[in-house]
């Protein structure tokens, strides 16, 4: 799919690309990205702005790119085994109608390729405890649990297997992932420090501006979020139009009625002509120039229909797609067949690295040892 007018300018991490790359480092691990999303619940405009729509623009770029649908991560916390294959056959539709090119990148399910777990089993065995426990992702949702799963603690060790299996060099993400992409960078150092250099040191790569972390729309101090228990905090893409009119009429702005973009100050109203910025594909100074004599309330359903006319096409194309699960299970398939073949490679090389592989001498040999 082509974004129309599609203006999302992108930044880096505030560490340079490749500060920490020296000139043979860069030429050993060419620049290849990975990303990948959990099979729970729907896409939101957070998911969308931050992470699936800089996607489709690196797909556009040609870029490399290997993106999986982590449903092993999305067993961390209690899930539904019945509702699981359906929401990864959903996915996998909402991610070809946004615009993924199953023949132009790497699209598979991460539980159908076994060297994830294996590779995390080995950095697990190099982190530390300590390290997790401060994870905020891990805080935020352990806080209100009694018993945390111990999948919980260590996914973040898993994400840094899934990223490091294919010696990723950039991992597009919202700014939430930062910390998770932190503990892969350590564990790609220790590791190369302790058994010889084998993987890139990953880099975020995230959309600019404040599609990189889209609000609630009940509180803009937090972000919008799938874990989130109020459904009117977020927009899915498979909202109806009435849904979305409502969850954008309720939104929490503040008390001023004109429309002004100032993120600090007035997150709320901001949140919503970023939302208006992406999905028209107009600048957030030319929005503002033209609803200079609206009010806030009135602005609500201009975004609303807005979000409206953006999703539709994309919801019509999920609607398509699902109707041929073989197609969606095909395209599955043949990521993981790519994606095994890249990372047993990288398996391999850590299994000799580590001590776990030997080479059986002739009897020959052994007696000349002798
Ligand atoms: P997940 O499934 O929670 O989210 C998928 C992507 O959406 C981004 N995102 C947001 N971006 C902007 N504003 C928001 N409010 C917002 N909410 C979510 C996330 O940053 C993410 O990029 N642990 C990861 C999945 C994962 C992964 C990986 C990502 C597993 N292995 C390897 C990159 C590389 C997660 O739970 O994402």
Known sequence: MIFPRFR???VTHSINLYNSYSATAQSKFPRRI?????????????NYLGAVSQWVKLQQNNEDMILSIVDLHSMTLPHDPKTLPNSILEMTATLLACGIDPSKVILFQQSMVPAHTHLSWCLGCISTMARLAHLPTFKEKSANLKDVPLGLYIYPVLQAADILAYKATHVPVGEDQTQNIELTQDLARMFNNRFGETFPIPH????????????????????MSK???DPKSRICLNDSPDDILKKIKKSVTDFTSEVTFDPDKRPGVS?????????????????CGEVQNVNTGKYKLQV???VISHVQPIQKRIDDLMSDEEYLAKVLKMGAEKATEISENTLDEVKRKLGLQFRIKSAHQQKINV
């Open 34 to 46: 990975f990303s990948g999303i959990q099979p729970t619940g729907q896409i939101h405009l957070g």
């Open 227 to 229: 874990s989130d228990p």
């Open 204 to 223: 975020c790569i995230y959309t600019g501006s404040e599609f990189s972390r889209l609000k609630s729309l009940r509180d803009p101090s937090k972000k």
């Open 8 to 10: 999302i300018k992108f």
């Open 304 to 306: 609303a229909e807005a």
């Open 271 to 287: 949140n919503l002509i970023s939302i208006h910025s992406f999905v028209s594909g107009r600048t957030v100074e030319e929005i």
